[in-house]
DNA sequence: ACAGTATGGAGAT
DNA sequence: TCTCCCTACTGTG
């Protein structure tokens, strides 16, 4: 689930959960126990995601900083009566009287001073889901560059939040041959991706899914528009994980190949613009 | 039981 | 470009 939508959305479930309040901070699996005590009976103060990156504020000058990595998950809910058992290899917990938030698997997870979390923040790009996002800084970065879009759209310093699943849509849905250099991409195709990452991302943080399908996100900007929330059961993508099958837009058979060590798919039929 | 896989990224080579 | 880390779940023997 990790990519930057999944990230907001976990921050405003966290702020929703324990803004203001003083919860119990613990390390049921015991590797962030020195971390955690740091943190137990601070108030814990607000939480914001920066791209990947989850911030959590707490009292002291405290900041904890936590990234899912590929396998992490951060999951938030409500509960009455006994606090749910701790399952599994639960790094962190963090726990008041009636919430709950268990965190396993991350890449990272550690308390930080203010400082280093704005050395982590400097060092990202523009995140699509932040109102003050400068768009320019992520052109200026690609557009100098050698190495293909594909690599580039997952880069974190020149966009952050958008992982494997956004960059094979967003290439096919702007027709953009991935492996071309970035250098070569024009520089309308860098704005229409743009925007289009500020539109699928807002819609993944509603929905808590990626969805990528033209239809399936009209549904969900009219719904939330009208209702502030909408679902999607099965979000359908053009491109990724569909290798030999064809293509929605041109009936060519999705391609596949390993880029910096990651599965990239998509269409050699109709993705040829740059 | 063990291998393989996953929406990520750091550090060594 | 390779290797490793983190967890849970799936498929294979």
Redesign the pocket.
């Known amino acids: 689930?990790?990519?930057g939508h999944?990230i907001h959305r976990l921050a405003t479930a966290l702020d929703q959960a324990f803004a203001g309040a003083t919860p119990s901070v613990s390390s049921p699996?015991g590797?962030f126990a020195g971390g955690a005590a740091l943190l137990d009976g601070q108030v814990l103060e607000r939480a914001e995601a920066f791209?990947?990156h989850l911030v959590v504020t707490f009292g002291g000058e405290r900041l904890l900083n936590v990234?899912?990595?590929?396998?992490?998950?951060f999951g938030v809910q409500a509960y009455a009566g006994a606090a749910p058992p701790a399952?599994?290899?639960?790094?962190l917990r963090i726990l008041d009287k009636s919430h709950v938030a268990d965190l396993?698997?991350?890449?990272?997870c550690a308390v930080r001073t203010p400082e280093e979390v704005e050395a982590i923040i400097a060092?990202l790009g523009p995140d699509p889901l932040r109102a003050d996002a400068d768009p320019d800084r992520g052109w200026t970065r690609l557009s100098r560059s050698r190495r293909t879009v594909a690599e580039l759209l997952?880069d974190?310093t020149v966009v952050?939040g958008?992982?494997?699943?956004y960059r094979s849509e967003l290439l096919h849905r702007h027709r953009v041959n991935p492996l071309r250099e970035g250098r070569q991409v024009k520089a309308t195709t860098w704005t229409a991706i743009w925007e289009d990452a500020v539109r699928l991302l807002h819609v993944g943080v509603i929905t808590g899914?990626?969805v990528t399908e033209e239809e399936q996100v009209r549904r969900v900007e009219a719904t939330a528009a009208a209702t502030g929330t909408a679902l999607v059961e099965h979000p359908s993508y053009a491109v990724?994980?569909r290798t030999g099958q064809a293509c929605p837009r041109c009936g060519s058979r999705v391609r596949t190949q390993l880029v910096?060590?990651?599965?990239l798919y998509w269409c050699g039929g109709c993705q040829r613009r740059s």
């Open positions: 689930m990790p990519e999944t699996q590797r791209g990947k990234h899912l990595g590929l396998i992490g998950k399952v599994g290899a639960v790094r396993r698997g991350p890449n990272v060092r997952m974190q952050a958008l992982g494997n699943i899914r990626i990724y994980k910096a060590g990651r599965n």
